[in-house]
């Protein structure tokens, strides 16, 4: 399991260490809850920092939408043998994230964690937008366990 944790932005202290940490614990969590369709040994995925600013650019750019967002996540559909063990990119935008904690009064911290797992199970193949709300309760579930 490689974990990278890059932090593109400055205004916000990251605890890669820390959060390196509780991505492989999420990591093996999703596979014990998932169902087999979502089940998989892949396990290397980069975590991406980033201000609003480059999120915006991202969301426009992959999504077509002209704002910055939470978390976009980038899965990896390559059969390529040096990438055989490699789930995908998360990039998270640490002043939206910062705003959404605030919002909900939650710390940082955990806004960063719930950001995490959402993008994992989204690396995972789950879309909340099509699959009658079995994301959702996943994710409920994780949360109650690792948060």
Request: net charge negative; charged share 35%; proline share 2%.
């Amino acid at each position: 399991m490689n974990i990278l944790i890059v932090n593109r932005q400055r205004k916000f202290p990251i605890n890669g260490r820390d959060l390196k940490g509780f991505t492989g614990e999420t990591l093996q969590a999703i596979n014990k809850f998932c169902d087999d369709w979502h089940r998989t040994e892949k396990a290397d995925v980069s975590i991406a920092f980033v201000g609003d600013r480059a999120m915006r650019r991202y969301n426009r750019d992959f999504r077509g939408k002209d704002r910055p967002t939470d978390v976009l996540s980038f899965p990896s559909h390559t059969d390529e043998a040096e990438f055989a063990d490699y789930l995908g990119d998360i990039i998270i935008s640490a002043e939206t994230a910062d705003r959404d904690a605030k919002e909900l009064s939650l710390t940082f911290e955990v806004e960063l964690r719930m950001l995490i797992i959402h993008g994992l199970l989204h690396l995972h193949g789950y879309d909340h937008e099509a699959d009658n709300g079995e994301m959702v309760r996943l994710e409920r579930r994780l949360r109650r366990k690792l948060l």
